[in-house]
């Protein structure tokens, strides 16, 4: 999925394999194993390659994303809502018992991925 956008990226640029794998520091054979989806790259080699592409990872991702969202539900009112707001809020409390500075209940505010 994530190799997928990497490969239509470096098409759409018109670079090769070699030129990626080279200006991203990664082994030819390996980038090309990550595009075809045999291996799952770290983190940090998708970055290295998105750089190299000239993106961010979070635009790879953006891509992927893209990619794996059917055109039909990104036009829908919802999922315009849902891309806008894309955290919720939850509020927790310390469980009781448990040493805290300050000595009186701890409340919070957690923002958790939807």
């Known amino acids: ?35 075809r989806g045999r291996k799952e790259a770290s983190s940090e080699v998708l970055a290295a390659a998105a750089g190299a592409l000239g993106l961010s990872l979070a635009d790879l991702l953006a891509l992927t994303q893209r990619d794996l969202v059917p055109a039909g539900r990104r036009s829908r009112p919802e999922a315009s809502a849902a891309a806008a707001a894309p955290l919720r809020v939850a509020s927790v409390t310390r469980l009781p018992g448990r040493p805290q500075a300050g000595g009186g209940p701890a409340r919070a505010e957690v923002r958790l991925a939807a």
């Open 1 to 35: 999925m994530v190799g997928g956008a990497l490969r239509g990226e470096r098409q759409a640029q018109g670079r090769t394999l070699k030129e990626v794998s080279e200006a991203a520091r990664i082994s030819m054979p390996y980038l090309s194993e990550i595009e």
